[in-house]
């Protein structure tokens, strides 16, 4: 029951967020943002990621992990309510950022819940989870378009009722999940002390390390997530087949997530972070070649974007000796990361409105990759935080 409340909250971590993309056109249409405001809007989220992922280790240490997950999948729920009220855009805004400080929780605890409850399945479990996470992310965006132009009343449904369905439709099943799994579990074995959790991390160059490789990979996820449905229809594609783009590059990053534990083998394991950039690599300079065929390039980037992000919380798990460090460095290496990340999508967007072509915003990604390589090179490496001589 455990594994399968781990996989209910793991289907509710991206939909909220990976179904912006797609409807960006139709909300700049409703609401007259521009395009680099809509760049803002979507690094909304990892901002607020950045922002309140140093506050999970300490809530966690106070009322026990289960407790926090469940009320941060609330929280979660509360903000995408919040995103889809009719009427003032301000309600668009405060709902994103609310769903950001759910998720951000949720992101940091989850790693920590993995070595804690599944000590000696690390890599299987995070690539269980982060494919469900990828995958109904890839759903989110495939299906979200369409239900916006249900017809309801003789109009079509909208965005906003798109962002609901797709945001909260799993939402109190995993809330059941979780409560239904952790009923009745004291916050205490959450207690153990740890006197260098909280402040020794941030100047361990291990978890620095992890925290950059976090981001870069982030990022690169983050600016094709936002911008490859409007990079799609500037090639002349459809809005749907623009979304289902979306989808189909998420689906390959959910391939790339359950993929990661057979090269995580033998001597792979050490030189697989720096390795799986290469592919995308690939894809982002075939985008620039050739755009036409950007369903081969979208899935090869998809790969990689999986592939890091599976590999990103293995190593919060991996370059951890136990559970409470493993949260203190997922809270730093995602706070510090998703500063990183944000930059991302307003970046691309502000290089695309600069240049009106996609060529520079591409190359930005180009260097993303190749600075992900070089770090991968180090973090690939067996070593510990906190660990002292």
């Not at 993995?114 to 690390?122: E, G, S, W």
């Not at 109009?155 to 109190?172: K, M």
């Not at 749907?240 to 390959?252: K, N, R, S």
Request: hydrophobic fraction near 60%; include cysteine.
């Amino acid at each position: 029951m455990l594994l399968v409340a781990v996989c209910l909250v793991a289907a509710n971590m991206r939909p909220a967020i990976t179904g912006l993309g797609p409807l960006l056109d139709q909300i700049g249409a409703d609401t007259g943002m521009s395009v680099s405001t809509l760049g803002v809007l979507a690094a909304v989220p990892l901002v607020a990621w950045a922002l309140f992922s140093p506050l999970a280790h300490d809530l966690s240490r106070r009322f026990g992990q289960p407790r926090v997950l469940m009320w941060s999948l609330v929280v979660l729920l509360a903000g995408t309510l919040v995103r889809s009220i009719p009427g003032p855009i301000v309600s668009l805004w405060v709902g994103t950022a609310i769903i950001g400080i759910g998720i951000a929780i949720i992101n940091v605890l989850m790693p920590a819940v993995v070595k804690r409850d599944f000590p000696t399945h690390v890599p299987a479990v995070t690539a269980a989870y982060t494919a469900l996470l990828a995958g109904l992310g890839a759903v989110s965006s495939g299906v979200v378009v369409p239900i916006s132009h249900i017809p309801v009343g003789g109009e079509p449904a909208g965005w906003r009722f798109a962002l609901l369905v797709t945001g909260a439709a799993l939402l109190p099943f995993a809330i059941g999940g979780w409560w239904w799994a952790h009923r009745g579990a004291a916050k205490a074995h959450d207690r153990a002390a740890a006197p260098q959790g909280r402040t020794g991390i941030w100047s361990d160059p291990i978890a620095w390390l992890v925290a950059v490789y976090m981001g870069l990979q982030a990022s690169m996820f983050y600016m094709f997530v936002t911008w490859l449905a409007p990079l799609s229809m500037s090639i002349g594609r459809a809005e749907v087949v623009a979304g289902i783009d979306v989808m189909v590059y998420q689906l390959f990053s959910l391939a790339g997530c359950l993929l990661l534990p057979l090269i995580l083998r033998g001597g792979l394991e050490r030189w697989a972070p720096a390795l799986i950039p290469s592919l995308a690599i690939v894809g982002v300079a075939g985008l620039m070649i050739a755009p036409d065929a950007v369903l081969l390039w979208a899935s090869l980037i998809g790969l990689t974007g999986g592939a890091t992000l599976a590999m990103s919380l293995t190593l919060m798990a991996q370059r951890a000796r136990d559970h409470d460090a493993s949260a203190a460095l997922s809270g730093m290496s995602q706070s510090v990361g998703y500063v990183i990340a944000a930059l991302g999508p307003v970046a691309f967007g502000a290089l695309h409105s600069l240049t009106g072509d996609w060529l520079a915003s591409l190359a930005l990604v180009l260097a993303v990759l190749a600075a992900l390589t070089v770090v991968g090179v180090f973090a690939g490496r067996d070593r510990f935080v906190l660990d002292r001589p």
